[in-house]
């Protein structure tokens, strides 16, 4: 059984593990804030194209050809000035790694989506060296607690995920105001997943978690 996660204060850097380094909440915080921004300008541009349980799917393309899509399940919700959650998942793909798979499993959740009333929408930005960063924008705390129960969304987590990353940062945070608040995403906690371990033992995973003092503004 894996061991309880480490605790990591503000400033801690692990030469052995560099994705945790300090200097990547903030890059990441830079990305999750140009996928907010680009889910602002499609609500404020674009009007819900399809009816009913379904969701509208954006494909645009951003600085150095590079893809964004964007997934946006509740106008109404994201139009509002109401504060939102927000989840950022960067993970560190394996050299080499299957991609179908992980194709598969976007398809289910994406079908899935319908049923998280409070998911409002789902980002993914293509990054540098061929990764990817993801923003999920929630109506509520409740809302992340319901996606979490996702039978689904927990195998994809607990048996997907392993094999197609090394590593992963986890980033919970909010957005004041939600999208037309004028206020920055807030990161407040930051968990680590290293899934290959100081052996490189698979099936191992190592886990830590940063608390920030006072939130971590993304700009």
């Known amino acids: ?84 959650m927000v989840v950022g998942f960067f993970g560190q793909r394996r050299p080499g790694a299957d991609e179908l798979e992980v194709h598969m499993a976007d398809s289910v959740l994406l079908q899935e989506f319908v049923d998280h009333p409070d998911l409002l929408s789902y980002s993914s930005l293509q990054l540098a060296h061929g990764q990817w960063g993801n923003l999920v924008l929630f109506r509520r705390v409740e809302g992340l607690q319901h996606w979490n129960r996702s039978p689904f969304h927990a195998r994809v987590a607990a048996e997907i995920s392993p094999r197609y990353y090394r590593s992963i940062r986890l980033h919970n945070g909010r957005l004041p105001g939600g999208l037309f608040g004028g206020a920055p995403i807030r990161i407040v906690q930051t968990k680590y997943y290293d899934f290959a371990g100081p052996e490189g033992a698979p099936g191992h995973c190592w886990r830590a978690v940063r608390t920030y003092q006072g939130p971590t503004l993304s700009r």
């Open 1 to 84: 059984m894996d061991s309880a996660p480490i605790a990591l204060d503000e400033r801690t850097i692990l030469a052995e593990r560099p994705f945790t380094h300090p200097r990547w909440t903030a890059a990441d915080g830079r990305a999750m804030e140009r996928m907010a921004a680009r889910v602002r300008e499609l609500v404020l541009r674009e009007r819900p194209r399809v009816k009913g349980r379904r969701l509208d799917l954006f494909y645009l393309e951003e600085a150095e050809g590079r893809s964004h899509r964007v997934v946006i399940a509740h106008w109404d919700a994201l139009r509002r000035g109401a504060s939102l």
